[in-house]
């Protein structure tokens, strides 16, 4: 990328709040889609200088938005716990992409620097904003390192758009085998699956009270950002299947829905199933992280109808809770969740009809069967061993699967193969 374009980049994100309040959020979409497209074209051209041994210090260099107040951002903090736990010397360096995303979470600060002084980069950005992470960072950031795309993907098919990236890297990660299975389709690099581990610890704890939320009611909780596409998350969804399970005159129960980055489309779908609904609670205010581990913990159960999940972090920290889980049985939340330790349910694959970026018309996912999911509800709310032993079964599920010491493990054995690979070279 030249200066221009650099300064051009720079400015842009100085500006960012005032744009996003002059300037419609469609059309800064709109924007950043021609920008991103625009990079990948870019891409090609970029002639990476291969790993070389001594040229830095041994460890990694972990790039992404680790302040990122959004699941990415949490995600993106879990990476990097999990590789404190190695033994492997490591330095944070806070890229902050391009878009709406609140960075306001400081618990990685220590770490953070400027500089990249370590031989292996793990980079945490989703593949759709590769193309301009490579091109607004310095040439010098690739050049005789390793370099690890760490990526998030919803559905079976990687965009063919998106395979420039695979040019600047040597090998991918991902939190599940659905991720991989679909990225292997599309390049012979090395893709491992490195689940996140899951943790949910609270400095300080809330309970409903300071939520505004009542204490007497069987609360479900359905929780979502809108920068992850509110057709994916399907929050629609989720509110038909609650008014289908009970009658508003039912005063016993409730539906939290908590949004980030609300906007006025989801004002407008959601205001127009609430049908004097006056137990559905809205919660659009973004929280921090022992706000978001207290509201999952003091609700009764957390629903997720998604038409697609990378990993679905979510339902996991829910499970650790031990608050029960209703979830679609499809993608990447399937291979922590079963029958056994969640209220699984049933889909048929649907078309997507439209592009819904970075989602494109003609691609497959879930559309989650709406009457089993109010029979879900039903049962949490009326059969209290079912649900305690879902409660019990998921937090003992989720210890042993998603532990630190198992992903650290994963983490630290992969590193060393790495390192003793390069050696032979």
Known sequence: MNAVSKFILHIADLFKPILLKAVPVKVLRKMKGKMISDSFGKLNDMNIIPYETGRYKKGVNLIGNIKAETGLGQSCRLVASALMQTDTKMSVYQYTQLGTQKTGDTSWDAKISRDLPYDINLIHINPYEMGITYLQMDKSAWDYRYNIAYWLWELEEFPDEWTPCFHCLDEIWAPSEFICSAIRKKTPLPVRCMPYHVEVSMQREFGRSDFGLPEDKFLFLMMYDHSSGMERKNPVGVLK????????????????????????????????????????????????????????????AVVSLHRAEGFGLVLAEAMLLGTPVIATNWSSNTEFMNAEVGCMVDYKMTVIEKDMPPFKAGNCWADPDIVQAAAYMQKLYEDKEYYQQMAVNAREHIQKLLSMERIAGLMKKRLAEIYGELEKK
Do not use: Q, W
Not at 265 to 293: C, F, Q, S
């Open 241 to 300: 299947a609650f008014k289908s399970a009970f009658p508003k005159e039912n005063d016993k129960v409730g539906l939290v829905i908590k949004v980030n980055n609300f906007t006025k489309e989801d004002e407008e779908k959601i205001g127009a199933l609430l049908d004097e609904y006056t137990n559905v609670y809205l919660m659009k205010e973004t929280l921090d992280r022992d706000h978001i581990n207290s509201l999952t913990k003091c609700v009764d």
